[in-house]
T-cell receptor
Framework: ELKVEQNPLFLSMQEGKNYTIYCNYS?????LYWYRQDPGKSLESLFV?????AVKQEGRLMASLDTKARLSTLHITAAVHDLSATYFC????????????FGKGTKLSVIP | GAVVSQHPSWVICKSGTSVKIECRSL??????MFWYRQFPKQSLMLMAT?????????EQGVEKDKFLINHASLTLSTLTVTSAHPEDSSFYIC????????FGPGTRLTVT
């Protein structure tokens, strides 16, 4: 059974600071996603990572994937209040599948 | 592209009644749709996977007689919560897949 662990689950950080959210998964997978969720809203897709060493960046967020370590990171650079949200990583459950297994989410609060 | 809608966006119903939630892929045909439930401050829990024209596959612990899923076409899946109880109050999110999952905006169900 695929397990996905995120840490930290809660993160409070000051504006302007950098931080990293970690996502570990237990079995081989060929795709990993990062999503953002605002309160009362559905998921917004941020990144899809397909291969070992993949790195994607959008604004102050950068995601990377190490398939050998089964680890993905979401790095936040110079945080701003607008980044406050809950971030989920999700891993495709099996080869050729679209089914996702989600981490528990990281609730990020950026304090002015 | 890849837009998924849900209707209604929120619904309040009385205990013992049934509620139907629709999930539509607006600009693509989805062979597979997924239904998730999300309780406050928790991650998404997959309830069932539905393929057009066939019976849904339910996750362990999800009562198939209570949560009826119909996937009548490549663009429409419905979830009916039968004999709803207050503990069924939750945020229900569907997704439709073509190469990856695209998430609907969610339906907030409150059972009084």
């Amino acid at each position: 059974e695929l397990k996905v662990e995120q840490n930290p689950l809660f993160l409070s950080m000051q504006e302007g600071k950098n931080y990293t959210i970690y996502c570990n998964y237990s079995t081989t997978s060929d795709r990993l996603y990062w999503y953002r969720q605002d309160p009362g809203k559905s998921l917004e897709s941020l990144f899809v990572l397909l291969s070992n060493g993949a790195v994607k960046q959008e604004g102050r967020l950068m995601a990377s994937l190490d398939t050998k370590a089964r680890l993905s990171t979401l790095h936040i650079t110079a945080a701003v209040h607008d980044l406050s949200a809950t971030y989920f990583c999700a891993v495709v459950t099996g080869a050729g599948s679209y089914q996702l297994t989600f981490g528990k989410g990281t609730k990020l609060s950026v304090i002015p | 592209g890849a837009v998924v809608s849900q209707h209604p966006s929120w619904v309040i119903c009385k205990s013992g009644t049934s509620v139907k939630i629709e999930c539509r892929s607006l600009d693509f045909q989805a062979t597979t749709m997924f239904w998730y439930r999300q309780f406050p401050k928790q991650s998404l829990m997959l309830m069932a996977t539905s393929n057009e024209g066939s019976k849904a596959t339910y996750e362990q612990g999800v009562e198939k007689d209570k949560f009826l899923i119909n996937h009548a076409s490549l663009t429409l899946s419905t979830l009916t919560v039968t004999s709803a109880h207050p503990e069924d109050s939750s945020f229900y999110i569907c997704s439709a897949s073509i190469h990856e999952q695209y998430f609907g905006p969610g339906t907030r169900l409150t059972v009084t």
